[in-house]
């Protein structure tokens, strides 16, 4: 069995290739990183410190309450529906503490959305903040939710503070005990022990959801040794010590900012400072106070910060290490921030299926708009998507990967799980659905998706997924989802709808816009509306919307 090894000649010096990935736990890293570094600051949270050894007294809080007093055992799945901050930290270890399995949410979802999280993976308990809580606690009940864990933001926040932060965060806790609702606080006080921990390299550790061309979001099950082989990875790739301090502001519901802004700090013994909200000018003051080094963004979070006006007043020296991924970094912009930090933004690749990269640029020759070379014993081939005939050097095709960071499949989903995999060469390969090419040197470049994905800011929207629900809508009659230009987003979402007939002439666009704004995540909403006469169909009697974003893509390329 062969492995794709032309891009040897520009790894990383001092990087070994190979890596062996620990035969433990997730939460296991907690325990050695409280135990080696007891009083050292895990978290900053809006200049309040939290130690390694606070962390894990409430993680095993947490987990000690979930066992005892929830009913949760070894391998059930916890939701945590929640933002950035101490509450999705300690509310992530403390469920992989209880030997259970993570479900992130995505907190943009709304009630509806939601529901479909609790049946598919069966949760009968959820972790959420008091701004969320009014979205879950009406799936408490029976056939949904058992219990739901609320905490507050400012439970953790310093008594004084000249950070700009949201009201939301600020907002002091009004949690009320109710039926199946227990106060973060109360979860604290009782400081429940937890079992004696046995989840294992191979058990379920993490399942975050993703979407395909069916529309219904689906788990990719990722076990310990899965989220090790990246939060490893990095460590390494990046050099990451106890001396590292992430700037953690991509959601940690995502495999991004669950990798860079938690997993691997927590792996390293660093810090991690935690922003519920992205804002520009609290992040470059933590920057300067808390004398930030590494720092992971989407693109649009750069165009932001750098089009801060107050930035140049702020010393940033502190930060070595830049990069992110969701989307390619336009040249000017990659440009612009070498210019004002004197540093390379690096760029990677991965998906949810991947618990984040399969590959990275290396940090001392990347190179702009590229996805990277394939990560420690990760094996990348480019493939016909017809034939399966493996190609060469600057030949298109889709992108496949066999590695340690690969999903075992999705849940209750075995047709399409079977439909991800494909064998080639004696080794099983994930089929990404992105289509690519690598060089003569063995990077790797992104080109187009054979999935129907819109990458909207760095979030995902699934088309079809947005297709259903527009479907509720008692005027329309047909829709097609597809993406289109967006200045700021990079992509946003536009929907061709064909209304009913009493409906036409007296709904107008925004009005579906308005609706949706009411059903379904705000980054999913259609921020363009167009009503058409028909949509086109395939032979088989389906809407053929590969022609209609084809059309869309022509007509911005004629205006461009």
């Known amino acids: 069995m062969a492995t794709f090894t032309r891009h040897f000649s520009h790894w990383p010096p001092f990087v070994p290739k190979t890596l062996a990935v620990p035969r433990t736990s997730v939460y296991y890293n907690l325990e050695v990183s409280a135990t080696r570094y007891p009083d050292k600051a895990a978290i900053d949270y809006y200049g309040r410190e939290i130690s390694y050894t606070q962390l894990r007294r409430d993680v095993d809080a947490l987990a000690g309450w979930l066992q005892q007093r929830c009913g949760v055992k070894k391998g059930d799945r916890v939701l945590i529906y929640a933002q950035n901050g101490p509450h ?264 949810s299926e991947t618990m984040a990269p399969t590959h990275v640029n290396p940090p001392h020759r990347p190179k702009k708009q590229c996805a990277g070379i394939p990560i420690f014993d990760t094996d990348a081939r480019v493939l016909d998507p017809e034939t399966r005939r493996e190609l060469g050097s600057n030949e298109i095709g889709e992108l496949v990967m066999h590695g340690p960071q690969i999903f075992k499949g999705y849940w209750n989903q075995p047709e399409a799980s079977a439909e991800a995999f494909l064998e080639h060469d004696g080794k099983t390969f994930f089929r990404s659905g992105d289509l690519g090419y690598f060089d003569e040197e063995g990077y790797f470049f992104i080109t187009d998706r054979l999935k129907r994905m819109i990458n909207a800011s760095g979030f995902k929207v699934w088309p079809a997924e947005v297709e259903a629900m527009l479907y509720a809508h008692p005027d329309i009659r047909e829709a097609c989802v597809i993406g289109t230009r967006d200045p700021y987003r990079g992509e946003t979402v536009k929907a061709l709808i064909v209304l009913e007939p009493a409906a036409r002439g007296r709904v107008k666009p925004e009005d579906i816009s308005t609706w949706a704004h009411d059903h379904m995540a705000a980054f999913k909403v259609p921020r363009v509306v167009e009503f058409v006469e028909d949509l086109p169909k395939t032979a088989t009697g389906k809407v053929f919307w590969r022609e209609l974003q084809e059309a869309e893509n022509r007509a911005l390329a004629a205006r461009a």
């Open 88 to 351: 999705f930290i300690a509310g992530y270890y403390g469920i992989l503490r209880a030997d259970a399995v993570v479900v992130p949410v995505n907190p943009m979802n709304l009630t509806e959305e939601l529901e479909h999280y609790v049946k598919d993976a069966g949760a009968r308990v959820l972790v959420t903040t008091q701004e969320l809580a009014p979205r879950a606690t009406p799936l408490i009940g029976p056939g949904l939710l058992d219990h739901a864990i609320v905490g507050a933001h400012a439970e953790y926040l310093p008594r004084d503070t000249d950070l700009p932060l949201p009201a939301f965060v600020r907002a002091p806790a009004a949690i009320a005990e109710a039926d199946g609702v227990t106060p973060w606080s109360t979860v604290m006080a009782a400081a429940l022990k937890p079992g004696l921990h046995r989840a294992g390299p191979d058990d379920l550790a993490v399942m975050p959801y993703t979407s395909g061309t069916t529309g219904k979001p689906k788990g990719c099950m990722h076990t310990h040794s899965t989220v090790l082989s990246t939060s490893t990875a990095s460590c390494h790739w990046r050099g990451s010590s106890s001396g590292t301090v992430v700037l953690a502001v991509l959601p940690m519901f995502h495999v991004t900012g669950m990798q860079a802004g938690m997993n691997t700090p927590i792996q390293a013994g660093g810090k991690m400072v935690v922003m519920t909200r992205w804002d520009r000018e609290c992040a470059a003051m933590q920057i300067e106070r808390a004398r930030v080094t590494a720092f992971t963004a989407i693109t649009t979070m750069m165009v932001d910060f750098l089009g801060n006006p107050n930035l140049e007043k702020y010393d940033l020296s502190s930060l070595n290490t830049l990069g992110g991924g969701g989307a390619a970094m336009p040249e000017a912009l990659a440009k612009k921030l070498a210019s004002r930090l004197g540093l390379d933004f690096i760029e990677g690749y991965g998906l």
